[in-house]
């Protein structure tokens, strides 16, 4: 739960710091939009699901010592965002490919800790959305479509339940020491997910003799009336500032920019379409994995989005640095938690590469392979059976 109390205490600091921690202090970056806050949330009724249009709601995290720390969040079908909870707020743009974060300071002495990240895709392995992930659980869903799937016919099948009038699933897995270091082992974990989208809807950690409600959706509602998504940040050398290199382009111009053909699909699932397409010719740094783990320099990556409501599929590509003295030293290029299912295998006969497929508790449903002169990575909120379908259809 990105450690309990560092997010509940100093999240939006954290977080600030953390998505720009390559960056250098800048001078105030300002901006024409409003930067009003979001309206509090109070319905809890959609029309649609999923959903075709934007949504806002309300989401509460909880420490085992009773700490708590509720945002309100604005999600445009586009893929643009805002958080805020009165102590900090977060948005990302999609028109301008921004991130912005902003912790207000409580001392007048000190100022307000702000981030801004350009460049910056709706999705891809080393650009994640962190508030997305810290808040809504983003990236979880595509381990709880794959955990619904898997346990159905366990000895402890997923128990069907209804949340804020969807149709939801509440399936328990085994937790791990390393999740609950300062409280206690975790043993358990219980999850409710939405059947359809797999979405988070609420994380119950269970220590021995007690349980914690560490996360939960108290709202969901349709929206048509969007926040600012470009906000107004403080002047000062309180704001940091970072270019992760990606820029827009059509897909028939990519290869003229990196070299090579990029790897796109044959086969997608119904209602999944091109959004984005992204391409970062020389990243400013390799691709951190795992838990410190460093790739080669990634060069030449290329993202390919694809949307359908709020799930994505997203296909990268990026060329392998030809050394053979390190030929052995790439390693998924998705940061993924200790808390990975080995979902198998898939082979792309195009590709003539033999996929390794994860589902992580903090990354999406992903596979990725060395093909050739490329290493090629497939993520998604959809389940194992369907990301290997789209993984054998791969081509260049």
């Not at 030449?300 to 392998?320: K, P, Q």
Request: aromatic share 8%.
């Amino acid at each position: 739960m990105l450690r309990q109390l560092a997010t509940l205490k100093f999240g939006w600091a954290v977080l600030a710091v953390a998505i720009v921690a390559c960056g250098e202090p800048s001078s105030s970056e300002n901006t024409t939009e409003s930067s009003a806050p979001l309206p509090s949330p109070t319905l809890t009724d959609i029309s649609a699901w999923p959903p075709e249009g934007d949504l806002r709601g309300q989401v509460v995290l909880r420490s085992p010592d009773g700490d708590e720390l509720k945002v309100d969040f604005y999600l445009a079908k586009d893929g643009s965002y805002r958080f805020e909870d009165g102590r900090g707020l977060a948005t990302y743009d999609f028109g301008s490919a921004t991130v912005k974060s902003l912790a207000y300071s409580n001392d007048e002495a000190d100022p307000d800790l702000g981030a801004v990240v350009t460049g910056h895709p709706l999705a891809s392995p080393e650009a994640s959305h962190a508030f997305l992930t810290a808040y809504l659980k983003w990236e979880m869903r595509g381990f709880c479509l794959s955990s619904i799937a898997a346990s159905s016919g366990s000895a402890t099948p997923p128990r069907d339940v209804g949340f804020l009038g969807l149709d939801a699933v509440e399936f328990t897995v085994a937790g791990t020491v390393h999740q609950g270091a300062e409280s206690g082992p975790i043993e358990s974990v219980t999850f409710v997910c939405d059947r359809d989208t797999g979405l988070p809807l609420s994380i119950t950690e269970n220590r021995s003799g007690q349980s914690t409600v560490a996360y939960e959706v108290l709202s969901l509602a349709d929206a048509t009336d969007p926040p600012p998504f470009d906000v107004v940040m403080p002047a000062g050398d309180g704001v940091m500032t970072r270019d992760l290199g990606f820029v827009r382009m059509k897909l028939e111009h990519v290869a003229a920019v990196v070299g090579y053909k990029p790897v796109v699909p044959t086969y997608l699932p119904p209602g999944f379409d091109l959004v984005e397409v992204t391409v970062a010719v020389e990243p400013e740094e390799g691709t951190t994995t795992g838990f410190g783990r460093v790739s080669p320099p990634s060069l030449g990556i290329v993202v390919l989005v694809y949307r359908n409501g709020i799930s994505e599929l997203v296909i990268s590509s990026r060329l392998a640095d030809p050394r053979p003295e390190i030929d052995d030293v790439w390693t998924d290029p998705y940061i993924v938690s200790t808390v990975t299912e080995d979902s198998g295998s898939a082979f792309a006969p195009s590709l003539r590469a033999d996929f390794e497929v994860n589902s992580a508790r903090e990354s999406p449903t992903h596979g990725w392979a060395l093909a050739g002169d490329l290493v090629v990575s497939v993520g998604g909120h959809v389940l194992d059976d369907v990301l290997k379908k789209v993984i054998v259809g791969l081509e260049q």
